[in-house]
């Protein structure tokens, strides 16, 4: 089975630092892996997805994600981090063919932004 | 705007009431999810439907009864079986069950009186 794993439970980031989310995974093939935000209060909304192809992949809101197989990682950046991005953010991972129904979340970090 | 509408925002539960979440979505997508998420858990999988008429349990299904007589509507019964009904839940759907993108609604918090 799958497994998801976000190191940190809760991020501090000054308005305009750059910002890395981590996130760490568990499976036997090649995972279908996506990063979601959610605010307070709210459903998730989907930043990025990885598939295949091109291990960098760029999201809405100005996110991007690289997936590196030999450390079994899928981390989230941004360059400079906006006030509006205080959220939670969640990693997932699918399995058996990317069904929905096989995702498994991440716990989830807190983004906190300082002005 | 399509999407996907819960209601109610906020829902009490008495000791042995079943109460019933409400999720409709104008997307016309086929599959439906239904969602708990406790405070410094990820989401876990309750139900999800594939089709009208079919719905599968997903990972923590005891306690929880859900129906898909139309490909809008996937209502969830939250029922006295459930000993620790408080969550907040979330419904969800996609085109299909593959890979695809998942759209949320805005959740609903029970809390039990």
């Known amino acids: 089975a799958q497994s998801v794993t976000q190191p940190d439970i809760h991020i501090t980031v000054s308005e305009g630092a750059s910002l890395e989310l981590r996130c760490n995974y568990s499976?036997?093939?090649?995972?279908?892996l996506f990063w979601y935000v959610q605010s307070p209060g709210q459903g998730l909304q989907l930043l990025l997805k990885y598939f295949s192809g091109d291990t960098l992949v760029q999201g809405i809101k100005g996110f991007e994600a690289e997936f590196k197989r030999s450390q079994s990682s899928f981390n989230l950046r941004k360059p400079s981090v906006h006030w509006s991005d205080a959220a939670e953010y969640f990693c997932?991972?699918?399995?058996?063919?990317?069904?929905?129904?096989?995702?498994?979340f991440g716990k989830g970090t807190l983004l906190t932004v300082n002005p | 705007d399509g999407g996907i509408t819960q209601s109610p925002k906020y829902l009490f539960r008495k000791e042995g009431q079943n109460v019933t979440l409400s999720c409709e979505q104008n997307l016309n997508h086929d599959a439906m999810y239904w969602y708990r998420q406790d405070p410094g858990q990820g989401l876990r999988l309750i139900y999800y439907s594939q089709i009208v008429n079919d719905f599968q349990k997903g990972d923590i299904a005891e306690g929880y009864s859900v129906s898909r007589e139309k490909k809008e509507s996937f209502p969830l019964t939250v029922t006295s079986a459930q000993k620790n009904p408080t969550a907040f839940y979330l419904c969800a759907s996609s085109i299909q069950t593959g890979s695809e993108k998942l759209f949320f609604g805005s959740g609903t918090q029970l809390s039990v009186l």
């Open positions: 997932a991972v699918g399995a058996d063919g990317g069904s929905n129904y096989k995702l498994t």
């Open positions: 499976y036997g093939a090649t995972p279908y």
